[in-house]
């Protein structure tokens, strides 16, 4: 092989140690086209599952404020009621599972499931909180409340629905039943109303005027969420639980994250979507 005239070697030898120095800083143009790269996503909210069950008591005041301190945007939580009428946070019609009772809820007096301890997840035994205390809790506070009225009794449904639309907490109503949901919002009319569906339940809503819509991730596909958009009503996506489901979801651009992991979700949230925060349903 013949050498390289050494001026034309020289020039050679010259932009290989501009183009090496470059590659070993990341390059200011790398740099550049990095710092000016757009978010991955919008700005979903984070749904603080239960509140955060991975870290207390699941649906107990613990759980909520860990959610809370963690950066969680809203509160998801459940609402069974008493055989005396008082609305609790409990996802299960029995105390089995989550406490050291026994026993449906629609059973048991308020009293009776106030003597018990919530004992699955990690840290101390926790009380079951009544609807009334997190309410009190929220009242004035700027996170929601995204409240799913279980299956029950119309009466039950009625006063829950009463007892939320007369906090000053800011609450969304949210069920699999969209009786449930039309009977609530007879009664307050003021809060927001939004269906959950999975691949085992999905009711329609008929005439009912939904809100939002609650979907499990086998439903949330990019054209559902989309269709939804188009009609209004914003899309809340369940459980979300690690970097690759908020990414996802994100990028179909769904409103709300429901996690059991509020805190590496607004961690992911923050270092990946734009800072501001959607409003959510009627300003919430």
């Not at 809340?236 to 709300?256: C, F, I, K, N």
Request: charged fraction near 20%; charge should be negative.
């Amino acid at each position: 092989m013949t050498a390289p005239p050494r001026a034309a070697q020289t020039a050679l030898l010259a932009a290989l140690a501009v183009l090496a120095a470059g590659c070993a800083s990341g390059g200011p143009a790398l740099r550049a086209r990095a710092a000016a790269a757009p978010p991955v996503c919008g700005s979903p909210v984070v749904i603080g599952h239960r509140g955060a069950p991975f870290n207390a008591p699941e649906n107990t005041m613990a759980s909520f404020e860990t959610a809370l301190d963690q950066g969680a945007d809203w509160l998801e939580t459940d609402v069974q009621t008493t055989r005396d009428g008082v609305p609790v946070l409990m996802h299960d019609p029995t105390v089995d599972r989550t406490t050291d009772g026994k026993g449906a809820v629609a059973d048991l007096t308020a009293a009776q499931i106030a003597a018990l301890r919530v004992t699955v997840g990690p840290g101390a035994a926790q009380p079951v909180p009544t609807l009334a205390e997190l309410l009190e809790r929220l009242s004035g506070s700027g996170a929601t409340l995204l409240m799913e009225i279980k299956w029950q009794r119309p009466e039950d449904v009625a006063r829950i629905a009463r007892i939320a639309a007369g906090s000053r907490a800011h609450v969304v109503l949210y069920s699999f039943s969209a009786d449930h949901l039309r009977q609530a919002h007879a009664v307050a009319p003021a809060l927001p109303v939004v269906l959950i569906q999975s691949g085992g339940i999905a009711e329609d809503p008929k005439d009912l005027r939904l809100d939002g819509i609650a979907l499990d991730t086998g439903l949330a596909t990019a054209a559902r969420i989309a269709a939804e958009r188009r009609a209004g009503r914003e899309v809340y996506v369940w459980t979300l639980d690690g970097e690759e489901a908020w990414q996802l979801m994100t990028a179909r651009d769904a409103d709300g994250l429901i996690t059991d992991t509020p805190g590496p979700a607004r961690r992911w949230v923050d270092g990946n979507c734009r800072t501001e925060r959607r409003a959510g349903p009627r300003g919430h």
